[in-house]
Every structure is written in structure tokens, then in C-alpha cells.
């Protein structure tokens, strides 16, 4: 009989036991991005993986071969490292700077991908668990990449080369570490109790989608010639798109959207949440404040001074010569010519009434 009774408590420990542990989502659990623990970390570990091995290989197949064929490379390559400098102090060489441009453009591409799948939760299309699925997923695959990043960088100071390292600088490390804190700390945990809330899901299309196009922008801008008129125009249509767009998706936006999902928090999660929602949005500050900065003094630079800056000797030998001509196909010249001779024989009379050129007529002519 005890034999029997432990058996049994056993049989009944084990069924009792068994929903509580992690269990294989189904297909139908990641397409719906079903609010479970074991749901949760399946789509974010595809997205990694899938970031992980994409990522390079596009950069590396696609992105650097088609730059390589581009007359504008150098210049591309100088002002990505103009940029480094300026807005993160961070000082690479020629080699590297490109290689971490040209890893750069599949990555916003896959900020697009991201922020797109929650534009229909922004325009409140398709049915609403379609919307809410799409936008959970849009911010799962950011913190996929973040998770993807972290392992590339873990992978390079451990086995990596020197060429290696030389992408991934300490300053810059520490950089995308506070970017990474909001995915990483903050995506699951509103995917697991508030996948539906909205401003959750703008503030995943504003720092992805928005970011996507703004860097698009940049990037075009760093390919143009703005000592050409048609340049100088594309380039501050550039600039001003950058500057609108982040100005308003990482700033005006941006502090709208953290203080209603910060006040979710506050009203409806523990406190432990709301202190790692408030760390992440305060990091993520910081790095909008440099991009910020960033685009207004670029904007700066092209709207305000572009002309003065653009200024070459060629032009003013162009504009000296083109009020040559302007006087000259005017009636001034004829004048001024008239005005000279007046002036001449003026001189001439004066030096006459002078006595200059009086002579005694007794004394005899001297040769001249």
C-alpha cells in the first residue's frame, strides 16, 4: 500500500508539475506572438539568429561591392568617419570606418523591417490581434538584433582578430550597450502585459521606422557633391528631412510616448518594471541627445553657411568676369571713356596756364 501511495502522489506530482514546465511554442503560438514566457523567447531567438547570420552576409555580398563600384566611396568613407568623431569621439581608420558603414545599411534595413510591421497598429488597420501580433513581432526583431549584437561583440573580444576589434571600440561598445538596455530590458516584459497598449507600440515604430528613413537620409547625404548646385539643393533637402524626422521621433515624440508608457507602468506594474522602464528611457535619452545635436549642426552647417563655405576662386573669377561683361554691354563704358578725356585735357590746360609750355619767342627752340 505505501508502495502504491507513492506511485500514485508521484503520478499525480508529475501531471501537476507538468504545465509548469517550459513547454515547444507551436507555429500558431510565434505567428500570434501569444503572450507566454516560452513564446516569447522562441521569436526573439529566430530573429537573433536570423540577424546574426543575415546581417554580415549582406553587408558583405551586397552592400560593399556596390559601394566599391560608386565614384562618391571616398567621400562616403571620410564623412562616416567625420561622423564617428563628431557625435560618438570615436576615431577609426579608413578600413575600418567603411567596413562599419557598409555593416551599417543592412542594419537599418532591418530597423525598417521592424518598425513597418507595426505601422498598421499605428493606423489602427487589419483586426486587432493581427495589429497587436505584427507589433510584438516588429519589437522582437529589434531586440533580436540587439541580442545577435551583443553575441557578435562577446565573439570578438574572445576570439576575434585585431582587424575585428578595431569595429567594436570600447566607446562605441558602451554605446550600443545603453541603446540595447530598452530592447533588451523592456520588450518582453510589455509583450508579456501589455502587448496591446499603443503607445507601446509607437514607440516601437518611432525609434525603428522613423530612425530608418532619418539614417537612410544621412547615408544618401554622405554620397552627394555639394560643390555643385543641384548637390548643395539635395543635400539640405537631406538635412531637412533628418532634421524633422528626428526632431520629432527623438524628441518632441519621444517624450509624449516614454511618459505615457512610463505612466502605464506606474499604474499598472510592479515596481520593478516601472525602475527598468525608467533606466532604459533615460539611456535611450542620452542617445538621442547626441543624434540630435548631431543633425541640428549638420543642418546648421547646409542651410545657413553652405553658401559662404561653397565659395571657390573659380566662382569669384566667374562673377568678375561676368560684371565685366554686364558693364561692358551697358552705355557706362562710352561715359566713362568721355569722362577720362575730359580729365586729360583738363590737365593739359592747367599745366598750359601754368607757363609749362611758355616760351620767349627771342630765344631760340630747344631740341627736343
Not at 248 to 262: C, E, F, M, Q, T
Request: charged residues 15%; proline residues 4%.
Amino acid at each position: 500500500r505505501l508502495v502504491e501511495a507513492a506511485v500514485e502522489f508521484r503520478a499525480r506530482d508529475t501531471s501537476a508539475s507538468t504545465p509548469a514546465i517550459m513547454t515547444f511554442p507551436t507555429l500558431q503560438n510565434v505567428l500570434t506572438c501569444d503572450s507566454s514566457v516560452e513564446t516569447q523567447l522562441m521569436v526573439l531567438v529566430m530573429f537573433a539568429t536570423l540577424w546574426y547570420f543575415s546581417l554580415p552576409f549582406v553587408a558583405r555580398t551586397v552592400v560593399r561591392p556596390f559601394i566599391d563600384r560608386q565614384a562618391w566611396k571616398p567621400q562616403f568613407v571620410k564623412l562616416t568617419q567625420d561622423s564617428l568623431k563628431k557625435m560618438f569621439r570615436i576615431t577609426m581608420d579608413e578600413a575600418s570606418a567603411y567596413s562599419l558603414a557598409c555593416q551599417g545599411i543592412p542594419m537599418l534595413c532591418q530597423h525598417g523591417f521592424g518598425g513597418a510591421l507595426c505601422i498598421p497598429a499605428m493606423l489602427g488597420a487589419l483586426p486587432s490581434g493581427v495589429r497587436t501580433a505584427l507589433a510584438c513581432h516588429g519589437a522582437l526583431s529589434e531586440a533580436g538584433w540587439e541580442v545577435s549584437d551583443l553575441l557578435t561583440i562577446a565573439r570578438v573580444y574572445a576570439f576575434g582578430s585585431e582587424t575585428e576589434r578595431k569595429l567594436k571600440p570600447p566607446a562605441l561598445v558602451l554605446i550600443l550597450c545603453m541603446h540595447h538596455s530598452m530592447g533588451l530590458g523592456m520588450v518582453i516584459p510589455m509583450n508579456l502585459n501589455f502587448p496591446d497598449f499603443y503607445w507601446y507600440h509607437e514607440g516601437i515604430f518611432l525609434l525603428q521606422f522613423a530612425a530608418f528613413v532619418a539614417c537612410f537620409a544621412q547615408q544618401y547625404g554622405y554620397t552627394l557633391n555639394t560643390k555643385t548646385p543641384s548637390g548643395l539643393l539635395r543635400m539640405r533637402i537631406s538635412v531637412t528631412v533628418v532634421f524633422l524626422l528626428m526632431g520629432w521621433s527623438r524628441g518632441i515624440r519621444y517624450v509624449v510616448v516614454a511618459a505615457h508608457v512610463l505612466g502605464k507602468l506606474h499604474a499598472d506594474a510592479g515596481i520593478a518594471m516601472l525602475a527598468g522602464g525608467c533606466v532604459a528611457v533615460t539611456l535611450m535619452s542620452v542617445i538621442n541627445l547626441m543624434f540630435l545635436v548631431d543633425v541640428a549642426v549638420k543642418f546648421r552647417k547646409f542651410m545657413l553657411v553652405a553658401n559662404k563655405a561653397n565659395k571657390t576662386d573659380k566662382d569669384h573669377d566667374v562673377l568678375r568676369e561676368s560684371s565685366h561683361d554686364l558693364l561692358q554691354s551697358m552705355s557706362f563704358q562710352s561715359q566713362h571713356d568721355l569722362l577720362a578725356g575730359r580729365r586729360a585735357w583738363a590737365k593739359v590746360r592747367g599745366a598750359v596756364a601754368l607757363g609749362a609750355f611758355h616760351q620767349s619767342l627771342t630765344e631760340p627752340l630747344r631740341p627736343s
